[in-house]
């Protein structure tokens, strides 16, 4: 049993070393424990430092990608080495690193696929008042469309069994956090949290500018995955919408019609008539989008099964190389 540690990195040559001492290299029910760096076009001496510490596999981005595109690429990264179990951490210490076997025992039991830290982000004295607040309603939210009893739906501190690997496809191009928890979801996968801990702040943030910036980002990427995995429900709910603040000015037209003749009252039948066609147009939106789903579904399962095959054949390439040395 192989477990990868992956560290998605962007000048973090002060954080590193200590991040990647905090990380154990025995766990029972481990065989080997490795670590893995993915530089996204650090500017310092990141890659040097990873070198210097003995990080076991160093993959780089030539130029910044962000976060999700990072994190998506290390996945793949630990994939075709043979992970068993894959965890990921943020390069700047924030997680607890002596809490990854208790983050991958449920894994190891076989009653979870993916497992989140829950950061208890009440207690964390440095989170300001707003930040909680934020944390808490978008777990919130993230639980209601995922489905998914998640405390802390934005932590990065997370284990992820191979199977559900190959299962996940991150396309967001900022944060893989909340994207994940919702695929997870739709794919009906066995989703955990579990209590960690935190050290004290290195540094700001830098996955977004400002608070307004993350949660107008963030909103987007929900809206988005929940809308790829249940496009029928989000556009019957719009379409419903539509047809009825239709209604009230087509009633308000019949009304005068009845009582005054409906003399200087065309616009209500006009606006009226518009958004009954345009929630109309909407209903037929979602069945094609419905549609479009199940085609989605159909790859989805594809590109899992090439997968496979494409590890199977790097393990049997492998095995034959091995042999001829």
């Known amino acids: 049993m192989k477990l990868i540690v ?11 070393p200590q991040t990647v001492a905090d990380i154990p290299r025995q766990i029972d029910g481990i065989d080997s424990v490795e670590i893995l760096i993915i530089d996204d076009g650090s500017h310092d001496r990141t890659i040097e430092v ?5 990080v076991d596999h160093i993959v780089v981005n ?3 990608l962000g976060l999700a595109r990072t994190f998506r690429k290390g996945l793949d990264a630990c994939l075709h080495l043979g992970a068993d179990i894959i965890v990921n951490t943020d390069g ?3 997680y607890a690193g002596g809490d990854i076997p208790k983050l991958i025992r449920p894994i190891l039991d076989g009653s979870a696929d993916l497992v989140v830290g829950d950061r208890q982000t009440g207690r964390v004295a440095h989170f300001s008042t707003i930040k909680k607040l934020l944390q808490r309603l978008g777990s919130f939210v993230v639980r ?12 990065g501190f997370r284990a992820i069994s191979r199977e559900a690997a190959l299962r996940i496809n991150i396309i967001s191009s900022f944060s893989y ?15 955990v949290s579990v209590p960690i801990g935190t050290n004290a702040k290195t540094r700001e943030s830098r ?12 909103l987007s990427t929900m809206v988005r995955m929940y ?10 709910s719009l379409g419903i919408l539509l047809v009825l603040i239709g209604l009230i000015p087509m009633v308000r037209f019949l009304y005068f019609i009845l009582t005054e003749g409906g003399a200087g009252h065309i616009q209500s039948l006009v606006l009226g008539s518009t958004l009954l066609i345009i929630g109309f147009l909407t209903f037929v939106i979602g069945l094609v989008a419905d549609l479009i789903n199940f085609n989605r579904q159909l790859v989805e399962i594809t590109l899992e099964k090439t997968r496979l095959m494409e590890l199977e054949i790097e393990k049997l390439s492998r095995r034959a190389f091995s042999k001829d040395l």
Request: aromatic letters at 8%.
């Open 6 to 16: 992956q560290i998605p990195c962007f000048n973090e040559e002060e954080t590193l």
């Open 50 to 54: 990873a070198r210097e510490i003995g």
């Open 62 to 64: 030539k130029k910044n």
């Open 92 to 94: 700047d210490n924030q």
């Open 144 to 155: 209601n469309l995922s489905g998914a009893e998640i405390p802390d739906a934005v932590s």
């Open 177 to 191: 956090t909340i994207e994940m928890l919702i695929q997870a979801g739709k794919k009906h996968m066995a989703i």
């Open 207 to 218: 996955l977004f500018s400002s608070v307004p910036r993350f949660i107008e980002r963030s």
């Open 227 to 236: 809308a790829m995995y249940q496009p029928l429900r989000v556009f019957v």
